[in-house]
């Protein structure tokens, strides 16, 4: 998750266009540089169904680990 909120860091320290490029700036070149907004609206499309799946797949392996001090959820 942490992996699309590195935008600042990579375009501040690292080099954007080389081995620092990520999902985020790849939208941003797209919508703020190329000015293709289709394309930087399927890439954050993209990036929320990644973020969503991964949230439901560790709340889905949590839930089978932890049950809580009264054997159940509630």
Known sequence: ????????S??????????TRVISIAAY???????DYSLASAIAVVM???ELAVVAAVL???????TGSTGGKG
């Not at 998750?1 to 600042?8: G, R």
């Open 1 to 8: 998750m942490l992996a699309f909120s590195v935008f600042p």
């Open 10 to 19: 990579a375009v501040l320290v690292g080099d954007p266009a080389g081995t």
């Open 29 to 35: 070149h797209a919508a703020y540089e190329a000015y």
């Open 48 to 50: 929320g169904v990644v």
């Open 60 to 66: 889905g392996v949590r839930s089978l680990f932890y």
